[in-house]
């Protein structure tokens, strides 16, 4: 079964720093490309981050420079490195992988549970 599970969020003060995890389970993560989006309060789902099984990556402008996303394949772990934090980025964080179904055009998407990350001083 895929699964994917978040870990990290917490409350920091502007301009602190975090790392967010999620631990991917159930299909093939080396070769899969993995996705953070977040949810702020009373906003809809925003793309943050993508990359790719080597490590590329590629970032919504507004965390360009302040966020990175790694991944170490060996532990089927995602991460994103958060720095310089601000009050907007204060929502839910969720990770995503988009698996193909084989011989298709289709893709399902599964998502972890959320973590809370709280910016506030």
């Known amino acids: 079964q895929v699964q994917l599970v978040e870990s990290g969020g917490d409350l920091v003060r502007p301009g602190g720093s975090l790392r967010l995890s999620c631990a991917a389970s159930?299909?093939?993560?080396?070769?899969?490309?993995m996705y953070w989006h977040r949810q702020a309060p009373g906003k809809g789902l925003e793309w943050v981050s993508s990359i790719k099984p080597g490590g590329n990556t590629f970032y919504t402008n507004s965390v360009k420079g302040r966020f990175t996303a790694s991944r170490d394949n060996a532990k089927n772990t995602l991460y994103l490195q958060m720095n310089e934090l601000k009050s907007e980025d204060t929502a839910v964080y969720y990770c995503k992988v988009a698996i193909q179904a084989p011989g298709t055009v289709w893709s399902y998407d599964y998502w972890g549970q959320g973590t809370q990350v709280n910016v506030s001083s």
């Open positions: 159930g299909f093939t993560f080396s070769n899969s490309w």
